[in-house]
């Protein structure tokens, strides 16, 4: 390709060069299907799942339409049906009746998390990854992701010794991934040392390892019915640090992480294809409740084209570098994706 001093293409008067024309390749949807550098694909994406201990019926989460807390029963249907769908893996979060100080719920091998884990597996087998999210929020009453100690602090060290402890308990429950969320430092070591222990080699490890502190998460407080007094501000990532989310991930992936998370998706895509660049492991990405719940409310409000905006965004976290997507939409659109 030639081009004159002012910098314009010449192709187009010099019969010696090609001419490029891009539209070529734009004008059918089969043509634009045939070039494309991104395809999402149904096994590309995990669905998230709440069981909530009590319930006698589905209960609808009020900011998260369409996403509901589960009976034990709606569990399995809904786990079915995504598998059925080709989705590539379920995240189960358990919601217990009860909460306390230490969020013992969480290591208690009859939790409702554990329940969860026991009955889905119960119900797909090894027809999709099950993932169980380990963290204390959902069973302490004072809504932080770990013990506290005598100043009010989470304690770092006691709340990963819990997490080990749920570790293993998930994984006698049949998790095949365990996913520690709490972003406590040493959280993976410790985790892969009690798996080990326990005699669960073959189970992996998916660290939220570049979780920010982000006002994206309000939808999923309500849908676990968080406790939360204050804010996370002191453990999880501050919005504005980038080489700080390279230094979480190599941490965690010199512990043993298996795959790695960045967490929420949309507003960090740059740190999404940062990672994906420097790690060799599988890069995931959470496309967290408030992206779910802004799309849906614009798109009830007719302001957009609701399936047309989730299957972009999809593409973009994708085209991020992320291989996995973890998104409240991933049964529904799997349908419709290229298998």
């Keep these: 390709m030639t081009y004159d001093a002012y910098g314009r293409n010449t192709a187009a008067t010099d019969p010696a060069a090609p001419y490029y024309r891009p539209r070529r390749l734009r004008r059918t949807p089969a043509l634009r299907r045939f070039?494309?550098?991104?395809?999402?694909?149904?096994?590309?994406?995990?669905?998230?799942?709440?069981?909530?201990?009590?319930?006698?019926?589905?209960?609808?989460i009020?900011?998260?339409?369409?996403?509901?807390?589960?009976?034990?029963?709606?569990l399995r249907k809904a786990?079915?049906?995504?598998?059925?769908?080709?989705?590539?893996?379920?995240?189960?979060?358990?919601?217990?009746?009860?909460?306390?100080?230490?969020?013992?719920?969480?290591?208690?091998?009859?939790?409702?998390?554990q329940v969860a884990l026991r009955d889905v597996t119960a119900e797909v087998g090894d027809s999709t990854v099950i993932i169980g999210d380990i963290n204390l929020?959902?069973?302490?009453?004072?809504?932080?992701t770990g013990v506290l100690d005598a100043n009010g602090d989470v304690d770092n060290d006691a709340s990963i010794e819990l997490y080990a402890r749920a570790a293993v308990v998930q994984a006698d429950a049949g998790a095949q991934i365990v996913a520690p969320s709490g972003m406590m430092d040493g959280q993976v070591r410790r985790i892969r040392e009690a798996l080990d222990q326990a005699g669960h080699q073959s189970v992996a490890i998916l660290g939220y390892s570049a979780k920010y502190a982000s006002h994206f998460y309000g939808p999923f407080r309500d849908a676990v019915e968080s406790t939360l007094r204050g804010d996370r501000k002191g453990y999880q990532q501050f919005p504005g640090n980038i080489r700080e989310s390279l230094l979480e991930v190599s941490l965690d992936v010199?512990?043993?992480a298996d795959l790695v998370m960045v967490k929420p998706a949309l507003a960090y895509l740059d740190?999404?294809?940062l990672i994906a660049d420097h790690v060799q492991v599988p890069v995931s990405a959470y496309q967290v409740s408030g992206e779910y719940s802004m799309v849906e409310a614009a798109a009830a409000k007719g302001w957009i084209d609701r399936d047309q905006v989730v299957r972009e965004s999809l593409a973009s976290i994708h085209r991020a570098g992320?291989?996995?997507i973890i998104t409240y939409w991933a049964s529904e659109f799997?349908?419709?994706?290229?298998?």
Excluded: C, W
């Excluded at 009020?62 to 029963?73: A, E, I, K, L, Y």
């Excluded at 799997?334 to 298998?339: M, T």
């Design 137 to 144: 929020d959902e069973y302490t009453d004072h809504g932080h």
């Design 35 to 60: 070039a494309a550098e991104t395809r999402v694909g149904p096994a590309n994406l995990v669905q998230p799942l709440f069981l909530r201990e009590g319930l006698t019926e589905p209960r609808e």
């Design 271 to 273: 740190i999404v294809r």
């Design 79 to 113: 786990a079915a049906e995504a598998v059925a769908n080709g989705v590539g893996g379920l995240i189960l979060f358990g919601i217990p009746e009860h909460k306390d100080p230490t969020g013992t719920g969480a290591v208690d091998p009859d939790g409702i998390l």
């Design 254 to 256: 010199a512990e043993g």
């Design 62 to 74: 009020p900011s998260m339409p369409g996403v509901f807390q589960h009976t034990r029963d709606t």
């Design 334 to 339: 799997a349908q419709s994706l290229d298998r």
């Design 322 to 324: 992320a291989t996995q």
